[in-house]
């Protein structure tokens, strides 16, 4: 008979016991599932406060004027960028005449329209302007230019004049002469070698 009632107390605290450690569990859970909704919540806030934000964002549309390219048309200029460098080339058949330094009446005409379009699109950007040749040596004009170099340099720094005259503030504009020494193509056809002639007008950081 002890033996019997030992025993059923036993088992009735391991029924108990049991029954504490599954409430324990079920608390567990509902406490974790509690956590999860409330989480679930706040993101679902975040959410739509983000949308709402992204809402208000104003797009800022696309430039619809027209492009460099069309601005310049007509002045026989074309157009590149280097990193931040805007470079406006017009070949020196356009500008001069053949071993001259003197700008051509169209070239002037031309040079006016580039001052135009430069300070209204880059107003106040630093303005260099190289001459090229290509790497034919001199010799029709040799009493006037010993080289190259010289020829280069005076036409850069004719254009510069002429950029000037046509409304480039003086403090903003500087010239270079690179002879033959930096061409576009090389220079083993006569095409190429006229490529290369030319003057090259740099808008310094002009953010193409």
């Known amino acids: 008979m002890k033996l019997y009632l030992t025993t059923a107390i036993l088992a009735a605290a391991t029924l108990f016991s049991s029954g504490c450690v599954r409430d324990q569990d079920d608390r567990t859970v509902l406490h974790r599932e509690t956590e999860i909704a409330e989480l679930e919540a706040k993101i679902g806030a975040l959410e739509t406060a983000l949308a709402r934000e992204q809402a208000r964002v104003v797009e800022v549309p696309e430039p619809t004027g027209p492009s460099l390219d069309d601005e310049l048309d007509g002045t026989g200029a074309t157009t590149s960028t ?69 020829l280069s340099g005076a036409r850069s720094l004719a254009v510069l004049r002429e950029l ?33 002639r030319r003057v090259d007008i740099v808008v310094i950081d002009g953010n193409p």
Do not use: C, M
């Open 164 to 196: 000037i005259s046509a409304g480039i503030s003086e403090d903003r504009i500087f010239f270079a002469g690179f002879g033959e020494f930096s061409p576009v193509a090389d220079n083993a056809t006569r095409a190429n070698r006229q490529k290369n």
């Open 82 to 150: 280097r990193g931040r460098e805007v470079v406006i080339t017009v070949g020196n058949e356009i500008l001069f005449r053949s071993g001259s330094a003197d700008l051509t009446a169209n070239a002037k005409r031309s040079l006016a329209r580039i001052v135009e379009v430069i300070n209204r699109r880059y107003p106040g950007k630093e303005i260099r302007v190289d001459g090229h040749t290509d790497n034919e040596p001199i010799r029709r004009t040799r009493d006037l230019w010993s080289d190259n170099w010289q």
